[in-house]
Every structure is written in structure tokens, then in C-alpha cells.
């Protein structure tokens, strides 16, 4: 089964950007759709982006879209989140989940990913 582990959280400032990375291991990436989902103290987890197996197909919540690109190097078995125009509420634990599947649909909000990392914190300051 994939392991993933994030990284790239850290503290930016408000309108700010950020690139986060998602590395996969123990499995063969090309096989998962992949999604970044994210949690905020006192809040449900949200989903923020999603990706197919090969990059054909991406999907991407309201809040985010135009302010992110969800991206993946399946030969470098990693998957990016870039983030642009940043803001105090997207502060949250940033997670990356994959699920496997042999369609080519992307992970969405609707999805239930098998595997999840452990989170990488992102601060948005004012």
C-alpha cells in the first residue's frame, strides 16, 4: 500500500504563496487518483483539490479555485499543490490522500480516499 508524507507548511503572509508536496512511496503512484484535503482547529475536514491517476483530470473546491493548481510527476512519485493569493482562513493541517482506482476520475470532495498523510501545517498571517 502508498505512504505519503507532505511537506512545505510553513507561516506566510497574507496574499502570499506556497507550494506544498506530497511524497509517495511503497506503491505504484500511477495507479491513485491523489487529493489535497485540509482541517482547521475547530472544523471539519474540507477537500481543496483533487487530481486523476495521470494528471488528465482536476477538480477543485469553490474556495480554491483560481487561487490553486493541483499538479503531479508520476516518474517522481510526488504530487504538488501550489497555492497563490493566500488568506488567514486557508491557516489549516493540509493533508495529501490517495485513492486507488483505474478509472480516470480525480479525488473530489465526494471522495473517500484509502491513504492519508500526516498533515503539514500552513499559517496564513495578517
Known amino acids: 500500500q502508498v505512504q505519503l508524507m507532505e511537506s512545505g507548511g510553513r507561516l506566510v503572509q497574507d496574499g502570499g504563496s506556497l507550494q506544498l508536496s506530497c511524497e509517495a512511496s511503497g506503491g505504484t503512484f500511477s495507479n491513485y487518483a491523489v487529493g489535497w484535503f485540509r482541517q482547521a482547529p475547530g472544523k471539519e475536514r474540507e477537500f481543496v483539490a483533487g487530481?486523476?491517476?495521470?494528471?488528465?483530470?482536476?477538480d477543485y473546491a469553490n474556495s480554491m479555485k483560481g487561487r490553486c493548481t493541483i499538479s503531479r510527476d508520476n516518474a517522481g512519485n510526488t504530487a504538488y499543490l501550489q497555492m497563490y493569493r493566500l488568506k488567514p482562513e486557508d491557516s489549516a493541517v493540509y493533508f495529501c490522500?490517495?485513492?486507488?482506482?483505474?478509472?480516470?476520475?480525480?479525488?473530489?470532495?465526494?471522495?473517500?480516499?484509502?491513504?492519508w498523510g500526516q498533515g503539514t501545517q500552513v499559517t496564513v498571517s495578517t
Open positions: 487530481i486523476s491517476r495521470v494528471g488528465l483530470r482536476k
Open positions: 490522500a490517495a485513492m486507488n482506482t483505474v478509472t480516470g476520475v480525480p479525488v473530489s470532495a465526494s471522495s473517500q480516499p484509502h491513504y
